[in-house]
């Protein structure tokens, strides 16, 4: 069965700080990958998704940035958080008829 | 503009009560409609729907897809402290962002001992 990893857990960073976040799918090849965004009080906001390695369209601008290294690999980075950087990270494979398992979730705090 | 509209954004129910949460949406393309359900982390996925009138079931819960009138309920019966959570609705369209999924923004489901 698959299964998806995302760490860390939880992240408390400044202002101004880089940021990398990872999101690993067991059980699975050449997944659709997706990162979310949950911000306190809102919906769930896709932020980037993959299709393929190196293969990655963004659905929003802003300063975050997203790589898919490898086939099972997914990561989304910053070079500067913002305040407004702070959520509940989401990272998701697709299955079939669109539908999307959520790993853990990465909860970032940026003071 | 695709959208889900969940109603009512909060409920609080005793347990033993049954409990209907509704969602409605406008989507180009309609693929499925899903269900989660999220306590303090990860949604976790309840149901996918995606033709009218067959209600999928797990214990307690039901869920059943209106594609004419353009809604879904997810039914919970006997409720039970374990229940509280927010419950999420969802829709993905054909095309669009690999597809996406839409969200609702979740009816939040107290249920008190």
């Known amino acids: 069965s698959q299964t998806i990893h995302q760490w860390p857990a939880t992240l408390v960073q400044p202002v101004g700080s880089p940021l990398s976040l990872e999101c690993t799918v067991e059980?699975?090849?050449?997944?659709?990958l997706y990162w979310y965004r949950q911000a306190a009080g809102r919906g769930l906001q896709l932020l980037f998704y993959?299709?393929?390695?190196?293969?990655i369209s963004s659905e929003v601008p802003q300063n975050l940035s997203a790589s898919r290294p490898q086939d099972r690999q997914f990561i989304l980075s910053s070079k500067k958080l913002l305040l407004s950087d702070s959520g509940f990270y989401l990272c998701?494979?697709?299955?079939?008829?669109?539908?999307?398992?959520f790993g853990p979730g990465t909860r970032l705090t940026v003071t | 503009e695709d959208k889900v509209v969940q109603s009512p954004l909060s409920l609080v129910v005793h347990e033993g009560d049954t409990v209907t949460l509704n969602c409605s949406y406008e989507?180009?393309?309609?693929?499925?409609l899903l269900w989660y359900k999220q306590e303090k982390k990860a949604p976790t996925f309840l149901f996918m729907l995606t033709s009218s009138g067959i209600e999928k079931k797990s214990g307690r819960l039901s869920s059943i897809l209106d594609k004419k009138e353009l809604f879904s309920i997810l039914n919970i019966t006997a409720t039970q402290t374990g229940d509280s959570a927010v419950y999420l609705c969802a829709v993905v369209g054909y095309g669009g962002s690999q597809g996406n999924l839409i969200f609702g923004k979740g009816t939040k489901l107290s249920v008190k001992p």
């Open positions: 998701a494979w697709s299955g079939g008829q669109g539908a999307k398992y």
């Open positions: 993959s299709v393929g390695i190196g293969q």
């Open positions: 059980g699975t090849s050449n997944p659709n």
């Open positions: 989507v180009t393309n309609f693929r499925s």
